[in-house]
């Protein structure tokens, strides 16, 4: 086999991912700068990343009457008090001008007669969102300056002495690797789906809320990098339509339907509201021998039902064409809904890098943007945006406007750095008969993440004694991975996505057991702590000294200006 | 879940390997080829982007598929979702892109 060709690209930033939060900062930068900005983007930036199939609401908008501080405070409530309230209240702050920014590119918003927003609740507005992707990729493709190299993996970040200065990774269909030097780089990767044992495991496995296709290779490169990660213990599982993983809420809050048991009794006043408790009321009725759970659609009119089949095709509509296929409506019957397998997104919980107010890292020139920055739960789309633009914001007055450069104190390192990356791809092609498939490592691992760290099968709970056993057994597994091959290029992307999910499932499960109390319910539910302890309502942080995973406790941040101290 | 592409219909553009989240699809043989069925997310991405509606989408028996497909044919910003139901009966939805969902 043939070694792989190199490419060399220099660019004043790197932005690694193109989905929501890296197109809108590569956006941002070309709008205000003079930088030259390269997007690495493992798939295509036209659909790639979360909103693939579409979004049908803006789930994070500060409604007529309301401020973000209001936006703040649900938040912070609804993620019992573990937020970053600097990060809440900037996002809060861009939530309204990114949307407005998207509705001139070509996004389609509902108004009333008025001409305002039509609002879904507190802090929702309605949209078509079927090609939100699309529009977004395309403003980037005509801005200046801006070059997507479509299909390229980035696997390991190139730091020294704590200072990034680009990445290297490989093309997912041409026997091609890059090594890519930058002056600043911008990780915008998503979070991480896969990690445990999916709830259709067969044909259907990537059936899944969140993207199959986004393993965790930021906050994998970013730990194996030394950077500090912050609350990956607040794992986020979904509430979704049962078989199809299909978005719940527009069913909720769209026609306001309530979660039923089988007896017909609504559950969800019992157990509470927060995003949390829906999940853990329905698991708990599960197992009381009250399922399935339900919500309540049957009797929903005509009108309901026609726009709900739309709604769904403007984002999964796999669940449209169930109830086209079964001939059975939502108004005539309830929707089935299950708790989805434990994924790690900011987004949506506070999982993430642990970043400054400006969305740097703690190594020196690396932000953060989107799903894979922490600190910050419930952004949403607006919020992945809105973080893309802070960041990028911080990276042109570094760059352009104090003229910051980086020399490397030892290139020499940094070369041997890209080097050992480069010979491991090489080693990885040339391994031809592996004694295990990447497949097969893959159900292994998530197995062990099923039964013993929290998985669908024990219903989210898990003890000290399955930690240490599924920290052991994911021990096992990395070490097999020593000796996995790939026969194209393609395969060298499985054995990259592999080995990103392993680095954070040790992470994960490290996060785990490190917090000793229950706060979350399904979330994080130890059940040797099933209490919550105003001890721990502090931040769990971690970081990979030496190949070891480090805690550390950290304050409380409120609303304000945070700076590393590193 | 998953795709099937009709290579009777397929032309061979390209468009949906370039489109894929997954990169799941490549053209083998002057024709599209879905290489991995079961890592398909069901996105549809490649559904909507096909010209001549060669691909189709449909649930796996894993999640209660009974054999039905959807296609999707456009004209401007109008989206017919074709559902291919066993019987043989067509129902067709209708989305216009210039609409927004109303939930």
């Known amino acids: 086999m043939e070694r792989l060709q190199v490419r060399r690209i220099q660019t004043d930033v790197l932005i690694v991912g193109g989905g929501t939060a890296g197109c809108y900062a590569a ?27 579409g979004v049908n609401a803006i789930n994070a908008y500060i409604t007529k009457g309301h401020v973000p501080q209001d936006y703040v405070d649900y938040a912070t409530k609804d993620a019992a008090g573990i937020v970053r309230g600097d990060l809440l209240l900037t996002a809060a702050e861009h939530f309204n001008e990114v949307t407005e920014d998207m509705e001139r590119l070509g996004l389609v918003i509902l108004k009333d007669e008025n001409g305002d927003y039509v609002a879904r609740g507190n802090r929702n507005i309605k ?84 993207p199959p296709f986004n393993t965790g290779a930021g906050y994998a490169m970013g730990i194996r990098a030394g950077a500090e990660m912050t609350s990956f213990e607040m794992r986020f599982i979904a509430l979704r339509c049962k078989d199809t993983i299909a978005p719940t809420g527009t069913i909720a809050q769209g026609v306001g339907a309530k979660q039923v048991n089988s007896r017909g009794t609504v559950y969800e006043k019992h157990y509470g ?7 853990y009321g329905t698991v708990r009725e599960n197992q009381l021998g009250h399922g399935p759970c339900y919500l309540q659609t ?36 309830d929707v089935e809904i299950q708790g989805t397998e434990p994924y790690i997104v900011g987004g949506h919980t506070a ?135 790939a026969r194209d290029m393609h395969e060298l992307l499985f054995a990259y996505e592999l080995k990103e999910r392993l680095v954070v499932c040790k992470s994960l499960i490290a996060h785990l057991r490190g917090r000793k109390e229950t706060r979350w319910h399904a979330f994080n539910e130890n059940q040797d702590y099933p209490e919550t302890d105003e001890a721990y309502y502090r931040y769990l942080n971690s970081r990979m000294r030496d190949g070891r995973i480090e805690l550390i406790w950290r304050d409380i941040v409120k609303e304000g200006e945070y700076e590393h101290t590193n | 879940m998953s795709i099937r592409i009709n290579k009777d219909k397929c032309i061979a553009c390209g468009r949906c390997t370039q489109v894929c989240p997954g990169t799941l699809i490549s053209l083998k043989d002057e024709k599209a080829n879905m290489d991995y069925p079961r890592d398909c997310w069901g996105c549809v991405s ?27 044919t456009s004209e401007g910003d109008i989206l017919h979702w074709n559902i291919h139901k066993t019987d043989g009966s067509i129902e067709t939805i209708d989305v216009d892109r210039r609409n927004s969902n109303q939930y």
């Open chain 2, 46 to 72: 490649c559904v909507k982007e096909c010209p001549v509606g060669a691909i189709e989408f449909f649930l796996g028996a894993d999640i209660g598929g009974n054999g039905s497909v959807m296609n999707v």
């Open chain 1, 27 to 53: 956006l941002t930068i070309s709008r205000n700068s003079n930088l030259s900005v390269l997007i690495a983007e493992k798939a295509n930036i036209k659909r790639s990343g979360c909103l693939a199939a």
């Open chain 1, 351 to 485: 999982s993430g890098f642990w970043v400054d107010t400006n969305r740097q890292t703690t190594i020196h020139g690396l932000y953060a943007a989107g799903d894979v920055a922490g600190g910050c739960p419930q952004k949403y789309v607006t919020g992945a945006l809105a973080e893309g633009e802070i960041a990028a914001v911080d990276i042109i007055r570094r760059l352009e406007e104090n003229r910051e450069e980086w020399i490397p104190s030892d290139p020499a390192f940094l070369q041997e750095n890209a080097n050992r990356t480069l010979l491991e791809y090489e080693k990885i092609r040339a391994t031809e008969q592996p004694a295990f498939t990447i497949e097969e490592l893959e159900e292994a691992m998530q197995k062990v993440m099923d039964e013993y760290a929290g998985g669908i099968a024990t219903g989210y709970q898990y003890n000290e004694n399955q930690l240490q056993l599924a920290d052991e057994k994911i021990d096992q597994i990395i070490a097999l991975t020593d000796h996995i091959g």
């Open chain 1, 127 to 210: 949209i078509n969102g079927e090609n939100f992707k699309p529009i977004l990729a395309k403003a980037v493709e005509e801005a200046e300056r801006v070059e997507v190299l479509n299909h390229i993996n980035i696997t390991d970040l190139l730091v020294e002495d704590n200072r990034v200065y680009g990445a290297v990774g490989f093309s997912v269909t041409d026997e091609v690797a890059y090594e890519i030097h930058a002056n600043a780089v911008l990780i915008a990767t998503g979070g991480a789906a896969g990690l445990y044992r999916p709830n259709n495991p067969g044909f259907s496995r990537h059936k899944m809320w969140y």
């Open chain 1, 298 to 333: 049957s009797g929903i009119t005509d009108k309901q039902n026609e726009e709900l089949l739309k709604a769904y095709l403007n984002m999964a509509p796999s669940q449209t064409l169930r109830w086209i296929e079964t001939g059975k409506m939502p108004k005539e019957q």
């Open chain 1, 273 to 279: 509201l927060t995003t949390s408790e829906r999940v």
